[in-house]
């Protein structure tokens, strides 16, 4: 098993910067892809970034492109969203998650999830 706690969400203008923490607990973190995932109010969760087990390649959802970055630190097992030039339309929950077969596969761990809200 994996757990996994997501921090640092919160409210921010239109333009602003927040910064998403993932601390994981349990099985081992360092050889995993990580991801992050969001849901928006009356939509489905869809997959926000990910970065593999040793940061050498990082995936994008196309709109969070040149916006959002998305870093780990093995030795202290978390992984990080940086997210800059903040949108309306980024307000949703969002949940760290841990691949246990890799990118083609849906995570099998999930965290339970941190409200950002971004006001116009």
């Known amino acids: 098993q994996v757990q996994l706690v997501e921090s640092g969400g919160g409210l921010v203008q239109a333009g602003g910067s927040l910064r998403l923490s993932c601390a994981a607990s349990?099985?081992?973190?360092?050889?995993?892809?990580m991801g992050w995932f969001r849901q928006a109010p009356g939509k489905e969760r869809e997959f926000v970034a990910a970065?593999?087990?040793?940061?050498?390649?990082?995936y994008y959802k196309d709109s969070v492109k040149g916006r959002f970055t998305v870093s780990r630190d093995n030795a202290k097992s978390t992984v990080d969203l940086q997210m800059n030039s903040l949108k309306p339309e980024d307000t949703a929950v969002y949940y760290c998650a841990a691949y246990q077969y890799g990118l083609g596969s849906d995570p099998n761990y999930w965290g339970q999830g941190t409200q950002v809200t971004v006001s116009s």
């Open positions: 970065i593999t087990w040793n940061g050498g390649n990082t």
């Open positions: 349990g099985r081992t973190f360092s050889g995993r892809v």
